[in-house]
């Protein structure tokens, strides 16, 4: 542990019953204290289907206009006061397996993976105001990905299964201004929503979490999942201009060695004997940016906050030591949002 400002973040536990499979913490001056267990409900979904995370615990999380928290469930939003208590509870038929959330006034935008959709969803009418099906993208089809067949109508959270075809991963959204930017980790591409363009292509991006905007900068910070690294893209030409490797900062603790070992073993493994692995250590995800500092989140569940002048790591805060255990989101208490 170390002194750090205070955060939030929201985890998944992989192969853990529904029930403790994840939460939101609330971590004030090295304390952490459990706000609550996430658990999808209404409607009910079994768990069984996916153990690497599935319908389990708390995923994206940003905070609204008045310093409400809103934390992202499998198929739903909710809404925790500063005390951490749950105040509201909204979630929509084409709310399945989200992964991110943005929000700009009493908007927010939600990533519907499981279904490749984009909504913009009115916390204040409980409407869906605005719906992008990725897979009808132009931009998204010349990747090679045919349209989904999606019925805007049905309700695909019980059962996504049912819908066809491949999925691009729709797994970030970051809005600035009038656009609308997600990534497509099974392509590592970056979209630009709204104008139907593919703005970043490059291979690391595959496999890769999370967008998030440094205004000093001008630039994008991405997780690099597979190479545990951070990856800065410029934002005017979206030209990857740096990428930062967190094992090898100053500051970096010595279990992240320990680690890394386990996961070059568990890839020879794997390779061998044909296992599907359900769970790896150090796969980051989870991303925040704060007055020059960086928070990455990785498993075992760990938080890393990175000062991006010196390049070196300024604080830590290891949750677990169990790499079913992993960081989702990351939110700074202070700051603004991510």
């Given at each position: 542990m170390s002194d750090l400002p205070d955060f939030w973040i929201t985890t998944v536990r992989r192969l853990a019953p529904p029930e403790f499979g994840g939460g939101i913490s609330h971590v004030v001056s090295d304390a952490v204290v459990q706000a609550d267990w996430v658990v999808p409900k209404s409607p009910e979904i079994d768990e069984a289907a996916n153990p690497r995370g599935g319908v389990r615990g708390a995923r994206g999380i940003t905070r609204t206009d008045d310093g409400h928290i809103i934390v992202a469930s499998y198929h739903s939003l909710l809404i925790y006061n500063s005390e951490s208590q749950q105040v509201d509870r909204h979630s929509h038929p084409l709310m399945s397996g989200i992964h991110a959330i943005a929000c700009e006034g009493p908007v927010v935008w939600v990533t519907s993976t499981s279904i490749d959709v984009l909504l913009g969803y009115n916390l204040e009418t409980r409407e869906v105001e605005e719906v992008f099906d990725l897979t009808t993208l132009a931009s998204v089809r010349a990747l090679g990905v045919a349209p989904r067949g999606l019925d805007l109508s049905a309700d695909y959270r019980a059962d996504p299964s049912v819908v066809r075809g491949d999925s691009t991963h729709l797994n970030s959204v970051l809005k600035m201004d009038d656009t609308l930017y997600v990534l497509l980790n099974r392509f590592g591409v970056i979209v630009d929503v709204r104008a139907d363009r593919v703005v970043a292509r490059h291979d690391l991006l595959r496999g890769a979490h999370d967008l998030v905007y440094?205004?000093?900068?001008?630039?994008?910070?991405?997780?690099?999942?597979?190479?545990?690294?951070?990856?800065?893209?410029?934002?005017?030409?979206?030209?990857?201009?740096?990428?930062?490797?967190?094992?090898?900062?100053?500051?970096?603790?010595?279990?992240?060695?320990?680690?890394?070992?386990?996961?070059?073993?568990?890839?020879?493994?794997?390779?061998?004997?044909?296992?599907?692995?359900?769970?790896?250590?150090?796969?980051?995800?989870?991303?925040?940016y704060e007055n020059g500092r960086i928070y990455s989140g990785t498993s075992p569940a760990a938080v890393f906050v990175t000062c991006l002048d010196t390049r070196q790591i300024v604080g830590q805060h290891r949750f677990s030591r169990k790499t079913t255990d992993t960081i989702y989101g990351i939110l700074p208490a202070s700051g603004p949002r991510a």
């Open positions: 440094i205004p000093e900068r001008d630039q994008i910070a991405v997780n690099d999942t597979r190479s545990q690294s951070l990856l800065l893209f410029d934002r005017q030409t979206f030209s990857l201009v740096d990428r930062i490797r967190i094992a090898r900062l100053k500051g970096a603790p010595w279990w992240l060695t320990t680690e890394k070992l386990k996961l070059l073993c568990q890839k020879v493994v794997s390779r061998l004997f044909k296992i599907r692995v359900n769970a790896s250590p150090l796969f980051m995800r989870g991303l925040a």
